[in-house]
């Protein structure tokens, strides 16, 4: 049994077999699965898995997943260009869009997970729309001199390119089967991104008395090797949506389905597109 270490992937159905290097294969009567797929959170936070589409409902296919993982990207980059351009305009905005848009954003993607209503449009796009003001504020912060930062657009465009670069090589990665996706490979993945979270709010926690925390976000030797390890795990974390969305599909869930996967999926790549745009802004402060 895996899980995924995306708290918006919620429980799938077990899938027999290797379960990698099948994403987006899905056949009809690919098997019949009984247990609940789990993740990381403790059992209350679990919900029942998708049933198998009925008869008069189309079941998920790549091509919806494609679709809606488009679509809600598309909305986001949008909504970030706008913000971007606004606070170019009055640099005050930029504070305030970080903290509206990151906040809407988690309590939005928490409605999704533990609501299970991870399938809405709605939510997904008003997410999408939430993050696009957060990660466009963020950026003219990382990279306007006005907050420190270095690099302008350049740096942005690099952060985007590493972001779907790695996205890119993770799939390629999942398609080969040159990881598989196991019960001890998801137990490491998972225990990596709880020891990551504990580390941050250490951090955070330390910033308040010692000036820059324990120095993981300083810029210094230790907060570049910190960004790195955060990268890794928000790369590996990929082939788990990866095959949580492909047992979804051998599943026969239904379609609408796979504007959960696409939520799954943004959410990684907004947090590794944070951590690649904060690891370049360092080299840029050098």
Known sequence: MRTTSNPV???????????YANFGSGVAGAGQFGQQFGNQYPNQYQQQ????????HRAMTIDDVVTKTGITLGVLALSAIIAYGLTSANTGLAPLFVIVGGLTGLVLVLIASFANKMDNPAIVLSYAVAEGLFLGALSFMFTDITFGGAGGSALIAQA??????????????YKTGAIRVTPRFTRMIVGALIGVVVLMLGNLIASFFIDGGLGLRD???????FSLVC???AAFSFLLDFDAADQLIRAQAPEKAAW???LGLTVTLVWLYVEILRLLSYFQND
């Open 260 to 262: 959960g996967v696409a």
């Open 9 to 19: 992937f919620k429980n799938l159905p077990k899938q027999e077999g290797g379960g």
């Open 231 to 233: 990268i890794a795990i």
């Open 49 to 56: 898995p998708y049933q198998q589409a009925p008869p008069t």
């Open 219 to 225: 810029g210094g030797p230790l907060a570049i090797v």
């Open 160 to 173: 985007v390119l590493g972001t779907f670069g790695v996205f890119a090589g993770m799939l390629v990665v």
